[in-house]
């Protein structure tokens, strides 16, 4: 029996998915932009953004970072760097129902067949590169072979018949890269 | 969302202008919640509170200090989707020499969004005593929580959170509303501690008579086993 491509694609993922995911830790505080390594700022303050610029010093399983949070035509922006200032990536916050058909079709099948259901809360597609070609990204919106491109999706699922929300990173060939537990804050105080 | 709350609490307030002819009690109101998991979907949440009058202007002449009640509650929790559950529970209540038993039934949302979550809850519950009628309500409290530093509420941070809540009590064959607002100030401990603190404004006999109004200054901790 000889696998085709695709089939081959979703059964590595299946296996990866099926592993134990690592908890997401995440803490971030809005901070000024006086508080950011100048590098970082300068650069933002170099593109065409219209709104505020809303600046988070972000300390998470990867180390510290800096994000800038703004939005641009519509579309909100989040721009990571390193704590010394140097570029990690920049995700563009998508509705899930305009990523490319052949992405969306995969990413269903992995989703439908690894969990007994599941609700897409947020998509966003990530890019990875120098200041230059992500600067011109921001600027036109136009992907470019330069770019490491992958999308970031939280996902809220059922599974084994437990509920749990998951961060899953996957790369341009929809291949999982990350898959971290969202740990859930305790909602007994909105609730009772 | 700014906007929103400021129109909410003027178009609140501004009704209660309207009934500026009322009775009203200044109290304090501790109250400890205690959540203990059972399983992933399931958990019992118990709760003690109580009620202290320190200024009563419907006594002649203004009454100060009074105890009023104390209330005991619990609740089994039962998770039906990511951010639902359904709960069922019991109130007992000590009022002086009169005893209360309330039977509660509840659904609740918590949609948790970027920079702040809300939360949707509808309750009916069945009030008994053997000194009044029987009391039947239906509640719906909207809940926004907004951390003051950062998009998510994390240990040691504080964070804002106002309760609106509206109750349709039906007794004795008439119905009437009472209203609810509640903002609080919390501060999250860790994971399974916040204390908040705020005042619990309630107003009733909205629809019939003369209204009350209540301003309960509450101090209320939640704990999970």
Redesign the interface.
């Known amino acids: 029996m000889t696998l085709n491509k695709s089939t081959l694609i979703i059964l590595f993922f299946l296996v990866q998915l099926a592993a134990s995911a690592q908890v997401k830790f995440e ?4 901070v000024k932009s006086s508080d950011v390594p100048k590098s970082a700022t300068t650069w933002i303050d170099s593109l065409p953004f219209t709104h505020k610029i809303k600046w ?1 010093k972000e300390i998470s399983q990867d180390g510290t970072s800096y994000e800038a949070k703004t939005c641009l035509h519509k579309t909100k922006y989040s721009i990571e760097f390193t704590a010394t200032g140097q570029l990690i990536d920049v995700e563009l916050q998508t509705p899930f129902r305009k990523l490319n058909e052949a992405v969306k079709k995969e990413i269903e099948e992995v989703l439908t067949k690894n969990y007994d259901k599941y ?1 897409i809360q947020k998509t966003q597609e990530q890019y990875i590169g120098n200041k230059d070609s992500v600067g011109k990204l921001i600027i036109d919106k136009n992907t470019r072979s330069e770019l490491t491109k992958n999308y970031e999706l939280i996902v ?3 599974e084994d ?5 998951y961060e899953i990173t996957f790369d341009n060939e929809v291949k999982l890269i990350k898959k971290l537990v969202v740990d ?9 | 969302m700014k906007q929103l709350l400021f129109l909410l609490c003027s178009l609140y307030f501004g009704t209660l202008l309207i009934h500026s002819q009322s009775d009203y009690n200044l109290g304090l109101l501790p109250k400890l ?1 205690l ?1 203990k998991p059972i399983a ?2 399931t958990k019992l ?1 118990h ?1 003690i509170e109580s009620r202290q009058i320190f200024y009563d202007n419907t006594s002649n002449p203004a009454q100060t200090y009074q105890y009023v009640l104390t209330d005991f509650t619990t ?1 089994f ?1 039962y ?1 039906i ?3 639902m ?1 359904l ?1 069922g529970g019991y109130l007992f209540r000590i009022r002086g020499n009169q005893i209360v038993h309330r039977s509660i039934q ?1 659904f ?1 949302v ?1 949609q ?1 969004l970027e920079g702040f ?1 809300f ?1 949707h ?1 509808i309750a009916t519950d069945q009030t008994f005593s053997n000194t009044t009628n029987p009391l039947f309500r239906l509640r719906y409290r909207a ?1 926004l ?1 907004i951390p003051i ?6 240990a040691q941070e504080f964070y804002i ?1 106002v309760n609106n809540e509206y109750l349709g009590i039906y007794q004795d064959s008439s119905g009437d509303l009472e209203l609810r607002l509640m903002p609080f100030l ?1 501060y999250e401990l860790n ?2 501690n ?1 204390i ?1 603190t705020g005042l619990d404004y309630r107003i009733d006999n909205f629809i019939q008579g003369r209204s009350n109004q209540d301003f309960w200054w509450v101090l ?1 901790w ?1 704990t ?1 086993l």
């Open positions: 803490k971030e505080k809005r988070y609700s809220k699922v059922k018949g437990d509920y749990k929300t859930q804050r305790r909602s007994d105080n909105i609730e009772f | 919640t959540t992933s979907k949440v709760s609740l929790s998770k989707g990511s951010s559950s709960n509840q609740t918590v948790s979550r939360g809850r809940t929580e530093s950062g998009l998510r509420v994390d959170k919390g994971r399974n916040k908040e209320s939640y999970t």
